[in-house]
């Protein structure tokens, strides 16, 4: 990505937009749709695979609950307010109305969770058409092999299907999450080329993994899920939800860990409630006094019995009736059902990460056009800013919305 520019004639456009994934293929649109010659170049096979199998394969396109007022509470960023310009001027009800309009039914699941009642590919569908609408050029498969600042003016694109010459090029190739699907560090390089700051990359919404012996007695909990509250750091910069975990043979899962996984920092523990609502302490007590059942048995009533029967093989003071168990032993069992601490090895890693925190420092960029400010005409959008949502449609909303402030300013010229 470095180098003079080839003088070989290059097809002209009013705007390159590279990567076909959520936020390109919805800049390309709108753009297209402006009145603008766009070209849209993906080096992938297919087009926007990780639309494709989100949310279970039923995409879950945004969330109702986000509040642009204060984005930086469903967003996290070395500047979590970077996103609020862009979030305000296109909501999660701006997008229900494009997908009505195709006709798409979907519906809300918890916490303004929004999914497709069909296939996610009816997004893409529905993106791809409005592309069409548009008069969008898409170049896919098609790599780009340099991107260069040309004589003159603008900027000359390398690609495989020969070189393109545009005043202004959107940079949406995401993150490295998900490499299999072709995720790659494309945006990354094209930034620091450009000498544009980044903020280190690391998976987020991901699993944690917990190494060696100390995960044995829980690995054989792989499967089980249940609600608890989860948290990680302290005072201000603590972080807390409150979700359904799931057991895996080498760590955690599900919703409550995703979430957590993005505000975790290597080397630190986290806290488990896993009966949050209940003074276990004062149930254990109540227990001993009037039931003679297994101390796992009396468990079993605020949680899954298996993870009761985990936590009571523990201590060998609690394989027995709860009426006989010694004060002490009840005692600790409450205080390590209420808050559990434990320090994860890593995660998963990008193979498994929904998204990838960090990225293009948003300090290099107009949060109200996505443009670089000491890079004319060069704008990042969607995952490969370091701009990144909780888990349940954020980071679509993400995608949309710095797509749209993107597109808008290439329209103003």
């Not at 910069?237 to 409550?256: I, K, Q, V, W, Y």
């Not at 254990?284 to 009037?290: G, P, T, V």
């Not at 029967?309 to 004060?327: F, K, S, T």
């Amino acid at each position: 990505m470095s180098g003079r520019a080839d003088p070989a004639p290059a097809a002209r456009f009013d705007a390159v937009v590279i990567g076909a994934g959520a936020a390109g293929l919805f800049c390309a649109a709108l753009a297209g749709q402006r009145g603008l010659k766009v070209l849209l170049i993906d080096h992938a096979e297919r087009v926007a695979e990780k639309i494709r199998i989100s949310g279970g394969g039923r995409c879950n396109f945004t969330n109702r609950e986000l509040d642009p007022r204060a984005p930086q509470r469903h967003f996290l960023g070395e500047n979590p307010h970077f996103c609020r310009s862009a979030l305000a001027r296109y909501t999660p009800q701006d997008f229900i109305a494009l997908v009505e309009r195709h006709g798409i039914a979907w519906h809300e699941k918890h916490k303004g969770q929004l999914f497709c009642d069909g296939p996610s590919q009816q997004i893409v569908d529905m993106l791809l058409a409005e592309c069409a609408a548009g008069g969008v050029a898409h170049w896919q498969p098609c790599a780009v092999q340099g991107v260069q600042a040309a004589d003159g003016g603008g900027y000359r694109i390398e690609t495989a299907r020969g070189a393109v010459h545009a005043p202004r090029v959107v940079v949406a190739t995401g993150g490295l999450s998900i490499p299999q699907i072709g995720a790659s560090d494309f945006g990354h390089r094209l930034a620091r080329q450009f000498g544009l700051k980044l903020v280190p990359p690391r998976p987020a919404l991901v699993p944690l993994t917990f190494g060696g012996g100390a995960w044995a007695p829980y690995a054989q909990l792989a499967g089980l899920a249940l609600p608890v509250e989860i948290g990680t750091g302290s005072r201000k910069a603590r972080a807390a939800f409150h979700e359904d975990l799931l057991f895996t043979h080498r760590g955690l899962s599900g919703p409550a860990v995703l979430q957590i996984s993005s505000y975790w920092q290597p080397g630190t523990p986290l806290t488990i409630d896993f009966a949050p609502g209940v003074d276990m302490a004062a149930a254990l007590a109540e227990a001993k006094r009037d039931s003679r059942k297994q101390v796992a048995n009396e468990l079993a009533a605020h949680m899954p019995a298996r993870l009761a029967e985990a936590w009571a093989a523990q201590d060998p003071a609690l394989q027995r009736p709860v009426n006989e168990a010694p004060d002490k032993a009840l005692a600790r069992l409450a205080e390590r059902i209420g808050r559990w601490e434990i320090t994860p090895e890593g995660t998963e890693g990008y193979r498994k990460a929904e998204v990838t925190a960090g990225g293009v420092d948003t300090r290099e960029l107009s949060s109200q056009t996505m443009e670089a400010a000491r890079q004319p005409g060069l704008f990042f959008i969607g995952e490969v800013v370091d701009v990144t949502g909780w888990l349940g449609g954020y980071n679509f909303q993400w995608a949309w919305a710095s797509a749209h402030a993107c597109a808008g300013a290439l329209a103003a010229g």
